[in-house]
């Protein structure tokens, strides 16, 4: 199995977290956003957004979007508690992942974007307005993540699934990014258990944007 990926990418960094924690070993092919190499024509034709990370299963299976591949992989392989087949469970994770894609993605992006990517890009400085709407979304959806993990090692239950590998793929960049994460204890306490995680530590990009 091959995926296509860009180290510093939080998006890429869940999938590959879930394939390691799974115990697989895809071939990783890097795509140098920066460089703009997800607009070789080659990789448009796996994933017409050109957009990292894109999964090649062994039988030519290809799939995109993250969060898709999460769950693929997670329902290929068995002996894990990543995906729960109850359904209830199930939905509660997905519940999770939708919520980390509608809400605290796009919150934790703003800082990775206005702190992180255009310092890489020499793109400027932060956007104020960005960074006030970005704290906006980030205390209130924090909040509720916080709240939540109050009396919880885990997200769903009472093991790792693929809702706490989502929902923490940002916070790698939380304090270079700048993100005001220092009044959700919760968190922090919940994040510090997810940095130990063989997964999330094999993942880990070698260099930071
Ligand atoms: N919803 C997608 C988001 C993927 C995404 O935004 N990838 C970015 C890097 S973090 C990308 O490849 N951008 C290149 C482009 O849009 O041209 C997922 O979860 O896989």
């Known amino acids: ?59 030519g299976f290809t799939l995109w979007e993250s969060t898709a591949i999460m769950q693929y992989l997670a329902k290929r392989e068995s002996g894990h508690t990543l995906y729960s087949n109850d359904i209830k469970v199930q939905a509660d994770i997905n519940k999770w992942l939708a919520w980390n894609i ?12 206005e702190y992180l990517v255009k310092n890489f890009l020499n793109l400027g400085d932060p956007d104020l307005d960005a960074l ?9 959806f924090g909040e509720v993540l916080d709240d939540h993990l109050n009396n919880r090692k885990w997200l769903v239950g009472d093991n ?19 993100m005001p994460i220092g009044k959700f204890k919760q968190i922090q306490r919940w994040y510090a258990d997810i940095e130990t995680l063989d997964g999330w530590k094999k993942s880990a990009p070698a260099n930071f944007m």
């Not at 080659?42 to 299963?57: E, G, S, V």
Request: negative net charge.
């Open 102 to 113: 509608s809400h605290w993605s796009p919150a934790c992006g703003v800082y990775v974007f």
């Open 132 to 140: 006030k709407k970005g704290d906006e979304l980030f205390l209130r």
């Open 1 to 59: 199995m091959k995926l296509y990926h860009f180290p510093p990418s939080p998006n890429s960094r869940r999938v590959l977290a879930v394939a390691y924690h799974l115990g697989l070993d895809p071939e990783l092919i890097d795509i140098s956003i920066p460089e703009g190499e997800q607009m070789n024509p080659d990789f448009i034709a796996l994933n017409p957004n050109h957009k990292i990370p894109t999964f090649i299963d062994d039988d």
């Open 160 to 178: 790792v699934t693929l809702a706490d590998y989502a929902v923490a793929s940002f916070l790698d960049h939380a304090e270079t990014a700048h």
